[in-house]
């Protein structure tokens, strides 16, 4: 701290003084002799007696007893000004508004003395000229905001999100970096928050996923008009795609063999336990193409037996999920099984997608089968309608995707024919459920 700022109250006020002197403005003028009080005639009623005395509007003088303080004139002080006495006492009111390089100041405090208001003015005004004295922030002020504000804010007001993209949301508010001021950010940091994903061992596809979900939650809150540099986001993303610092997920060739359902399959027969009809539901979404997660949405009610369609709500979309319903073909199987399913609910598939997926992934594990996915056989199904001779539009009509270029990594396919023609699982599940 430097010398200035260690004057100390004594010093200040010798200061103060001086300038007084010297003809400051708050010098003061001669006060001028008390007049004496005039004594009351013996005339007086007692009417007049009680009535209260004059006052001027900057002095007032004390209706009490004789011993109690009167008020003193204080029109003369700048900043300080006389109250209506209280109790009796006399109150003088001291306030003080002064801009400064760090902001306003308004400050007031109420004494009974004048001289201790005097003093308590000249100390406020020593400290402001001295620095001494921050300016307070206003009540209900708008602070800049930080990065994990306005991912909580995102997280609460904005559409509801996949359990998926909540916890990527989470791992940004509770992460330390984003404890920063947003208006701050610049490239540095984005490159210093995906090495932070790195450092824990992430793939640069996974990292790829927290950063787009952090990139959309800025500039999401730019375009509610929060303090966000919304070029430095783009720009950042930007620079890690074309760096590849990032990286998009690698299209998976990955399709299961006969053989290998067949074990999957034997292994949730020999499971008494298992309750999802996982056997069903895996047979279904190869002959549907349909993905998980859509399959156990799909309603008695959406579905329309004489043009063999069903609506897909809230079909996979990277913009418009919540409102993308479309309506699919169902191939002769992927009906068959529909029907044969038993009406206890309003869904077709009344399981959890999650608890389904576990289930398929247990029983493969449990045959020693690496790297098949419960996805993978929507792969196959999609891949089947190809080798099979169908047509891109039909084939668009029964995977929902609405664009030919989806369908790119479908057309290199080698074989030709339906090697499920004669899956004796398509009867086992047809066969199960008519005896439910």
């Known amino acids: 701290m430097s010398h200035t700022t260690q004057v100390s109250s004594k010093n200040i006020l010798q200061q103060i003084s001086r300038d007084r002197a010297a003809g400051s403005p708050f010098a003061f003028r001669a006060e001028l002799p008390a007049q004496p009080r005039p004594a009351e005639s013996s005339g007086t009623s007692k009417k007049d007696s ?22 003193e004139d204080c029109s003369d002080e700048p900043f300080i000004s006389a109250r209506a ?35 308590w003015r000249d100390d406020t005004l020593a400290q402001i000229q001295l620095g001494l004295l921050a300016p307070k922030q206003e009540e209900g002020s708008k602070t800049a905001p930080r990065v994990c504000d306005l991912i909580q804010k995102r997280k609460d007001k904005g559409r509801s999100v996949e359990k998926t993209a909540t916890q990527n949301l989470e791992f940004w508010i509770n992460h330390p970096r984003c404890q920063e001021p947003a208006s701050t950010i610049d490239l ?37 008009d929060e303090d966000v540099p ?18 998009r997920s690698e299209e998976r060739e990955r399709r299961p063999t006969l053989d290998e359902l067949d074990l999957i399959f034997d292994a949730v027969l020999a499971n008494k336990r298992q309750k999802i009809p996982v056997i069903t539901i895996s047979v279904f979404a190869i002959f549907s193409c349909r993905r998980l997660s859509e399959i156990c949405r799909l309603r008695w009610s959406d579905l329309n037996v004489t043009d063999r369609k069903i609506l ?58 690496d790297d098949l996915r419960f996805h993978d056989l929507r792969h196959e199904g999609i891949s089947r309608l190809f080798e099979k001779g169908k047509r891109d539009h039909f084939v668009m009509k ?20 339906d090697k499920f023609k004669n899956l004796h699982w398509l009867d086992w599940v047809l066969a199960y459920w008519a005896r439910t």
Not at 189 to 213: C, G, H, I, R, S
Not at 359 to 366: M, N, Q
Not at 399 to 411: A, E, F, I, K, P
């Open 50 to 71: 009680l009535r209260k005395p004059k006052q001027t509007k900057r002095t007032q003088v004390s209706t009490k007893a004789d011993n109690l303080p009167t008020v």
């Open 85 to 119: 006495p209280k109790d009796g006492l006399p109150r003088y009111c001291a306030q003080i508004r002064r801009r400064t390089d760090g902001g306003p100041i308004n400050i007031s405090k109420t004494f009974t003395s004048l001289k201790d208001a005097k003093k």
């Open 188 to 224: 540095k940091w984005f490159q210093n928050a995906a090495e932070d994903l790195f450092k824990l061992e992430m793939m640069p596809q996974t990292a790829a996923t927290y950063m787009t979900m952090l990139a959309s939650s800025l500039k999401w809150a730019a375009e509610r």
């Open 230 to 247: 919304y070029d430095v986001v783009v720009r950042a993303m930007k620079v890690l795609w074309h760096d590849e610092i990032l990286a």
């Open 312 to 369: 897909v709500r809230e079909m996979k979309h990277p913009r418009k999920k919540k409102t993308n319903d479309v309506w699919v073909k169902l191939t002769p199987q992927a009906m068959k099984i529909i029907l044969s399913m038993p009406r206890t609910s309003d869904f077709i598939f009344p399981y959890n997608p999650r608890s389904v997926g576990t289930a398929f992934r247990r029983h493969r594990e449990r045959v020693k089968i």
């Open 398 to 417: 029964t995977s929902g995707h609405q664009s030919r270029s989806c369908l790119d990594r479908y057309v290199n396919v080698e074989k030709k024919g």
